[in-house]
């Protein structure tokens, strides 16, 4: 049975791969065959993951991994290399979140009028085989060789199907991404290098690090470099300008999957490799991380309430949102850094959901300006609701997923860093003003003079039911755990235990070292919801 579980996790890589080596290979496939190709490229990937998520709890485990498998490609020997998938409780939901953003994108993608449309398929299913592969990864090389791999396509599907601006906008993502990258290889190398030449495997580098000592200065070097590399990737504040104007000009499909999946690969990697594995220098870099993701929520919240065009909205406001994960994560406990995750869940699908949302509201009306619409829930009230909805979920409103996140950080922040709770809480606000003037701009009122130009002699008709089965799908994973927490929030929590540096007692030697106002050590931790 153990080895059925291993396999499924493998397949939720290699089927969306194999079904775009057979689009590369088919070009004399009809439209309606590619469609249904690409649908199992998307559909199995969203079913394993699920169902491994479902069997996660009862797994046998092994250093708190489930489904553990490797595979020897013949670099073990001389580089430490070797492909070794599993899920942990950290990686689990995050798997999850691929899946399930994976099919409702392609599904997306599926039913749209693109170009060309099975290379649009192709590269997407391209995209959503590293995605699976990033979150299953034990091995830091293959971590890294599978976000490079959804990387590639976003830079290709922009300049080719983007919207208006789009070349500028890939040159911009190219820049920035790929320095992000590069510097993120360079803190990976260090680490490598740092622990003897270990190998890239996590299980062995986090026992190696157990049993040794990295000294303190490389711990700082490899930690700066780490930050710096994933936070690029992550938009941290200042180095954000290639999101909001990347997803604006990115088509729908490609922007899901970029904003709600792979943006959080550097997240993800500083919490399941770089403060575990040099904790003195996360907690030296400490300061910095905070400042910076303030300046996430509080400087880019303020530009996101100056946005006109809902989509740059939507992208400054997942740049934005990227800031409560950074504080959740600077708090090295269980109760923020697990928040955090769960943020990184909710975060995940209800971005996608919104820029699904935006794409109706724009096949119905012919522009993103929110000033140039208004009244549109008198003739699409189902989208206006499907709207409403997302925009309490990327809020935090009470029974979603983002609730349950922002919540246990802004506790978190409260034990540790009570001066950082009231300019987080002031981003909950920003993200109000934004978030209802767009429904109210768009939906509520009486038409706008150039809605009702551009509109006359159509028929505007609500959301289909075939536009509403990606919505439905992301919504269904927002309230389920919205009302159920503890669905993923319990898996995060044993594995964030294991590591020493979410511990606190490591919080006592912040207080020592960086003299913030923290928890004392006696203070007893309290996990995610």
Partial sequence: MDNF???????AIDIPMAA??????????????SKIIAGIGFIAPALIAIYLWCSFGDAPKEYGYAYLRSFDLGLHETLGISLTLGLNGISAPLFLLAGLVGVAAGLQAIMSKAERKSTYLLLLLVMQAGLMGVFASVDIFFFYFFHELALIPTFIMIGIWGGFGRRAAAMEMTVYLTLGAMLSLLGLIYIYQATDWEGFNLIALTEYVKANSISEVVQHNIFGLLLFGFGILVSLFPFHS???????????????LHAGVLKKFGLYGLVQIAAPLVPEGALAWNPVLIWLALGNILIIGLVTIAQRDLKMMIGYSSVMHMGYIFLGIATYTVAGVGGAVILMFAHGLSVALMFVLATAVYQRTGTYDMRAIGGLGMKAPILAGFFVAATMASIGLPGFANFWGEFTIFIALWK????????????????????????????MGPQTEAFAVASEGKTITDITRAERIPAIILLIGL???????????????????????????????????????AATAEQKEEPAS
């Fill in 416 to 443: 540790n860093y009570p001066w950082a709770v009231a300019p987080a809480v002031l981003g909950v606000i920003i993200s109000a003003i934004y978030g209802l003037r767009a429904s109210a701009h768009i939906f």
């Fill in 479 to 517: 309230a389920m755990v919205g009302l159920w927490p503890r669905s993923i929030s319990e898996s995060i929590n044993e594995q964030l235990l294991t590591q020493p540096v979410y511990s606190p007692a490591t919080m006592a030697s912040v207080e020592q070292s960086a003299k913030p106002v």
């Fill in 242 to 256: 290639w999101a909001p104007r990347g997803y604006a000009a990115a088509p729908t499909a490609n922007a899901m």
């Fill in 5 to 11: 579980y291993n396999t499924l996790i493998l397949l």
């Fill in 20 to 33: 775009a080596i057979v689009l590369l290979f088919g070009k004399k496939l009809g439209e309606s065959v």
